[in-house]
């Protein structure tokens, strides 16, 4: 089976100010991760993803993400807020035997100028 | 534009009522997802199709619903005799190796 669990639903920031947004999974197989992106009344947008390739992962918008599997860990991180990063955040998880994407409950940014 | 698209946006129904929502993926993509939503949840997945062939379908689907993708192209969710439950946003995404692409989802408000 697998899960992902997001620490904290609510993270604020001011703008200018690092965004560190966490993520733990749980995997009994080699794991691919993702992060998602959604605005209000908007469907999700793909930041990132790892697939077992470079631990580090560059998305856009200035974000990335690193796989740790010692502390089984996938947390998204931008070294500069914007405004228009304010949304919510959800971290995914699935793996090479399926297709289907197992989602976090998300975490809400606001950027405060 | 050429991502994923769904229709109708947003559906007001009553309970007991039956709907139908249709999405059509990104053109090259052969896997189409079919996901929900409801407030403050992530997405919770309800089935997959490779192509025109129903793969997998989630515990949490019920016989009130039912999903095709006749062609292989553009697939339907119907949900029959609609309960207060069901209202959620109904997500579809599609991709043809890793990573979905979501469309702007279908808002169902029950009644």
């Known amino acids: 089976a697998q899960s992902v669990t997001q620490l904290g639903s609510h993270v604020s920031v001011s703008e200018g100010a690092l965004v560190l947004l966490r993520c733990n999974y749980s995997?009994?197989?080699?794991?691919?991760l993702f992060w998602y992106v959604q605005y209000p009344n908007q469907g999700l947008q793909l930041l990132l993803k790892?697939?077992?390739?470079?631990?580090l992962v560059k998305g856009i918008n200035g974000f990335e993400a690193e796989f740790k599997k010692s502390e089984t860990s996938f947390h998204l991180t931008k070294p500069s807020a914007h405004m228009s990063d304010a949304a919510e955040y959800f971290c995914?998880?699935?793996?090479?035997?399926?297709?289907?994407?197992?989602f976090g409950t998300g975490t809400r940014l606001q950027v405060f100028p | 534009d050429t991502g994923v698209s769904q229709d109708p946006r947003h559906k007001i129904t009553k309970r007991g009522q039956n709907v139908t929502f249709r999405c059509d993926p990104i053109?090259?993509?052969?896997?189409l997802y079919w996901y929900r939503q409801t407030l403050g949840q992530g997405p919770e997945f309800l089935t997959y199709?490779?192509?025109?062939?129903?793969?997998?379908k989630s515990r949490l689907l019920s016989d009130r619903f039912s999903a095709e993708r006749p062609k292989g192209s553009f697939s339907t969710l119907e949900i029959q005799r609609t309960e207060q439950g069901d209202s959620a946003m109904y997500l579809c995404?599609?991709?043809?190796?890793?990573?979905?692409?979501f469309g702007p989802g279908t808002r169902l408000t029950v009644l």
């Open positions: 995404a599609s991709s043809r190796l890793e990573g979905q692409f």
């Open positions: 995997s009994s197989v080699p794991p691919y």
């Open positions: 790892y697939t077992s390739a470079a631990t």
């Open positions: 995914a998880v699935s793996n090479a035997n399926t297709d289907k994407l197992i």
């Open positions: 053109s090259e993509h052969n896997r």
């Open positions: 199709f490779q192509n025109e062939a129903q793969l997998e």
